[in-house]
């Protein structure tokens, strides 16, 4: 069973950064795609950073240059670096994971963290 525990989320004005973290549990770094996707009121939840079972990286367009995804497979712990905020960041953000590892359309979730920005 796939456990994903998001955490570090919170409040920051533009500019400024945030690390959020995601602790994952059932699942084989090796074998499988991990990510975050985040979710705005009013939107569709979308994808911003994953990585698949090759170790290879895909961010959104929208946080190229500005987030960077990495994770400690020791720890079994996934990261989202955020520099440069925006208002337009603001979200709930989801760690994600899906067990076909170069298709990264994520069946599993966590709970959500919440991210928001002021301008």
């Known amino acids: 069973q796939v456990q994903l525990v998001e955490s570090g989320g919170g409040s920051v004005q533009a500019g400024g950064s945030l690390r959020l973290s995601c602790a994952a549990s059932g699942y084989d770094y090796s074998t499988y795609c991990i990510g975050w996707s985040r979710q705005a009121p009013g939107k569709e939840r979308e994808g911003v950073a994953a990585?698949?079972?090759?170790?290879?990286?895909s961010y959104a367009d929208s946080v190229k240059g500005r987030f960077t995804i990495s994770q400690d497979n020791a720890k079994n712990t996934l990261y989202l670096q955020m520099n440069s905020l925006k208002a337009e960041d603001t979200a709930m953000y989801y760690c994600?994971?899906?067990?076909?590892?170069?298709?990264?359309?994520?069946?599993?979730w966590g709970q959500g963290t919440q991210v928001t920005v002021s301008s």
């Open positions: 990585i698949d079972s090759y170790g290879i990286i």
């Open positions: 994600g994971a899906d067990e076909y590892g170069r298709r990264c359309d994520f069946g599993y």
